[in-house]
């Protein structure tokens, strides 16, 4: 059983997959704990979107957890990471990025972090000495402590060659450079603790190898760590975080709130006290009182508007999870329209003339390509104004507006969509 605040809760919750060295840490912990001052710990991410999304929601509660019990999160910003690319869980090279695309990301991801109440850490961005290394002094300096061997046994780059997919030289240097962070942060701000997901691990080692080898007295201080979290998937096997109309972002500009709410709230149900551990702040007692009380007989969609609403208002604010749970009770309990249902505008002029349903449902967000779409209403599960779509090609007009002075486009019994004149 840990010592430390964090770890026990870091474990309670599921969060715990791999440890470099779990007692040392939890020591190292708990001492820093009880002396009031934390640890620094830091969490990467790359620069390659304008918002994180919810395959990241994991490393953003754990940063949460770590301020929580009085350690320093460091958020390392891969201004010169994203040039390379990572290629843990990749098949294919990451197109290049410009500097100026660069910086933009990196500003939305931002906004993402202080959105879950974290724009007081400290924001690290590696470009700093990245961009300044002398290839020549690199290769000499560092190098040495890396083998081929052991780079090719990693499973990011092992997937690769299995499946025949290229890897450039550049990407393969990547779990150089992540280790190289990992030695810099620590000599810079006092970092002992590296933490990311399970596909990570890889790097984590190298880095925590490449400290020892170029720090070999072994001082305390020098001795640095790192904790991974598990690959987090639905209960039945899908990408967490992945849904019909794409990636689940995390920012108001990419994806509603009320979009955010449903994605929660059509949770699997075996997934739902998992989720609950992982993507809230519910103490664990309360989780297992309300879980106690749906086995008792309690009605389960309850406890996904709890996981909904819980989940909503960290990304948020409560008074948008509570406009979105509204918006939901309206649509789906009274049969009626909700004020914040997705809204697409639209000319006068486009609707008179005329659009396919499939290009109009890829529109609105409901299917992520017309392709998707076509699926979507050979399969059922289309509807406009509540009347299933039958044919792909039918065409939506001004004469489908219906009383509400809309037209209500559904993708199966829980996403929907509002189109408007401009």
């Not at 870091?10 to 060295?21: E, K, N, P």
């Not at 710990?41 to 990241?56: E, K, M, P, Q, R």
């Not at 739902?272 to 103490?283: E, H, N, P, Q, Y």
């Not at 709890?306 to 604010?317: D, K, M, W």
Request: hydrophobic share 40%; charged share 25%.
């Amino acid at each position: 059983m840990a010592k430390s605040k964090f770890l026990q809760e870091f474990q309670a919750r599921g969060f715990l997959h791999q440890c470099t060295d779990e007692e040392a840490l939890d020591n190292l912990l708990c001492e820093a704990e009880q002396s009031g001052k934390g640890i620094s710990a830091y969490i990467g991410f790359d620069c390659t979107a304008t918002s994180l999304h919810v395959g990241n929601l994991i490393q953003i509660m754990i940063l949460r957890l770590l301020k929580k019990h009085g350690h320093n999160p460091i958020i390392l910003l891969g201004g010169g990471t994203t040039k390379v690319g990572d290629p843990s869980g990749k098949d294919e090279s990451r197109p290049v990025i410009t500097d100026e695309i660069i910086a933009q990301n990196m500003a939305g991801i931002k906004s993402s972090l202080e959105q879950f109440g974290l724009g007081e850490c400290t924001f690290v961005n590696n470009d700093e000495w990245l961009s300044g290394l002398g290839y020549i002094n690199f290769l000499r300096d560092i190098g040495p402590h890396f083998t081929i061997n052991r780079m090719l046994s990693y499973e990011s780059v092992k997937l690769r060659i299995d499946r025949e997919q290229p890897m450039t030289f550049i990407e393969f240097n990547y779990m150089i450079l992540q280790a190289y962070d990992f030695v810099e942060l620590n000599k810079r701000y006092g970092c002992r603790l590296q933490l990311g997901g399970s596909d990570q691990w890889g790097n984590i080692i190298n880095g925590v190898e490449l400290q020892r080898r170029l720090n070999p007295g072994n001082k305390t201080e020098d001795v640095i760590f790192g904790l991974t979290t598990p690959l987090i998937t639905t209960a039945s096997g899908a990408k967490m975080g992945k849904t019909a109309a794409g990636a689940v972002w995390l920012n108001p500009d990419r994806v509603s709130p009320y979009d955010y709410w449903q994605f929660w709230r059509n949770t699997e149900d075996a997934d739902i006290w998992r989720f609950m551990r992982f993507f809230t702040d519910i103490d664990l007692d309360q989780i297992a009182t309300l879980e106690n009380k749906i086995n008792s007989g309690a009605n389960i969609n309850d406890a996904k508007k709890v996981l909904a609403n819980s989940a909503t208002a960290l990304c948020h604010g409560e008074a948008e999870s509570t406009k979105a749970e509204e918006t939901a009770r309206k649509v789906f309990e009274q049969g009626g329209i909700g004020d914040d249902l997705p809204v697409i505008d639209i000319s006068k002029s486009e609707l008179d003339a005329g659009i396919p349903a499939f290009k109009i449902l890829n529109m609105a967000g409901l299917a992520e390509s017309g392709g998707a779409a076509r699926r979507l209403i050979k399969g059922g599960g289309a509807k406009i104004n509540d009347e299933k779509i039958v044919d792909d090609s039918q065409i939506i007009t001004t004469f489908d507006i219906n009383t509400d002075g809309v037209i209500k486009l559904s993708a199966g019994k829980k996403k929907h969509a509002l189109v408007k004149i401009s």
